[in-house]
């Protein structure tokens, strides 16, 4: 199959299927651009394989079997020359009950979790949820002016009983990859205040800019290797999270044995096309993923080049990662800018919850043609406004 065959310019109407993205809005005439789900149809590759799954008509319990171990193990090598083991892997059903269960496993009723923000708003609320005390601290901007960690704010923020820190790499919603010297300080950051770190990599296939690399945080060291939980998926880079597929990958036995233990008899089996989903996209799905890749980097170039051009009030960041856009529209000086967007027509994420308020996310992981009528439509908002 050749790049030039994969059609990311049209995508089927998703309505009457229960579309979380599309179901949102009664009203037609709001474009959905917000929850992180890509407009597109899977790669054929995959949709080969859920067929073929789909035709041998019996679907009963499934547990992690060869197929989709030897993928994502082979995978992680290919990919991201991780040499992890069969053992290290726990499939589960998604990556936001798994923070979840982290910071039950990892964190006893009197201790504190740390992330920075904005963060997506599952990192701000897992704590909460298991009744932790959450520490946040922001982000700050670096001299080449990037979103990065403010390590002295960090320390000044950490407490005796902070046990976790919660990593978001690709970082949701910024589109920021932080680099081996940013995680080599960050790792130093864990080591001497005893953190168990949580790394989500969901968007760690999803890198548009040909200068950025993903570095997992596992592999950076021995110390980090044996700290970290990392969580990744392929429901983000192949628009499969409907299939509820996700996996962690944990080296040290004792915290797999915590970790274990805490999601028993919570945690369902993924089901059986997730792991066709899961196993077809890490074997076959690499022509579409570099097609998907060049696509979004055009998006990208759309929204930064438009927003430059036509709304340079409203501050937009370089990003590598991810087909969310951040965009501070602080200086619009509207009261309440998700509800100003969507009476305008676009549908946006609010940054609230991300702990970023005045901010919006802007899905660009859809059609082009889509994109420039919701470009439109902000553009003609705010200046009209
Ligand atoms: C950083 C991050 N983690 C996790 C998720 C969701 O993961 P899951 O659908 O596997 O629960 C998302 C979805 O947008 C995300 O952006």
């Avoid at 982290?102 to 201790?111: L, Q, S, Y």
């Avoid at 690709?170 to 005893?194: M, Q, W, Y």
């Avoid at 702990?355 to 919006?360: K, L």
Wanted: aromatic share 10%.
């Amino acid at each position: 199959m050749t790049q030039s065959t994969y059609n990311f310019d049209s995508c089927p109407d998703r309505s009457g299927y229960g579309s979380l993205k599309w179901d949102k809005y009664k009203s037609q005439e709001i474009l959905p651009m917000w929850v992180a789900d890509m407009d597109f149809e899977i790669a054929p590759e995959i949709r080969t394989a859920l067929q073929a799954r789909l035709d041998h008509g019996v679907y009963g319990y499934t547990v992690p079997f060869a197929e989709p171990v030897n993928a994502v193990l082979s995978y992680l090598l290919r990919q991201h020359n991780y040499s992890a083991e069969a053992s290290w892997l726990n499939f589960l059903p998604g990556l936001v009950p798994a923070i979840n269960l982290c910071c039950h496993a990892f964190t006893g009723p009197k201790d504190s979790v740390m992330t920075v923000t904005p963060v997506y708003p599952p990192f701000l609320s897992a704590p909460n949820y298991a009744g932790r005390e959450l520490i946040k601290v922001p982000l700050c901007l670096s001299s080449k002016d990037l979103w990065t960690f403010d390590f002295e704010a960090m320390q000044a923020a950490i407490k005796p009983n902070t046990k976790v820190f919660l990593l978001c790499n690709p970082h949701n919603p910024i589109g920021r990859v932080f680099t081996r010297a940013e995680l080599t300080k960050l790792s130093d950051f864990c080591e001497r205040n005893d953190l168990i770190v949580i790394s989500d990599e969901i968007h760690c296939d999803l890198l548009f800019d040909p200068k950025a690399q993903h570095v997992v945080t596992a592999t950076l060291n021995t110390a980090m290797a044996k700290r970290t939980i990392t969580l990744m998926a392929p429901s983000k880079t192949y628009n499969l999270p409907g299939l509820a597929c996700a996996f962690s990958i944990i080296e040290d036995s004792s915290l797999r044995q915590q970790f274990n233990k805490t999601i028993r008899g919570i945690i369902t089996e993924v089901n059986c096309f997730g792991y066709a989903g899961c196993a077809a996209a890490y074997n076959y799905g690499e022509p579409w993923r570099q097609a998907l890749l060049n696509y979004l980097r055009s998006n990208y170039e759309l929204v930064d080049s438009t927003l430059r051009s036509e709304l340079p009030e409203v501050l937009f960041r370089p990003m590598q990662s991810t087909y969310l856009a951040w965009l501070d529209v602080s200086q619009l000086n509207i009261k309440n800018p998700t509800v100003f967007f969507e009476d305008n027509g676009v549908g946006l994420s609010d940054g609230t919850p991300f702990g970023g308020p005045q901010h919006v996310r802007l899905n660009f992981g859809c059609p082009r043609s889509r994109l420039e009528v919701a470009l439109e439509k902000i553009i003609r908002a705010v200046k009209l406004r």
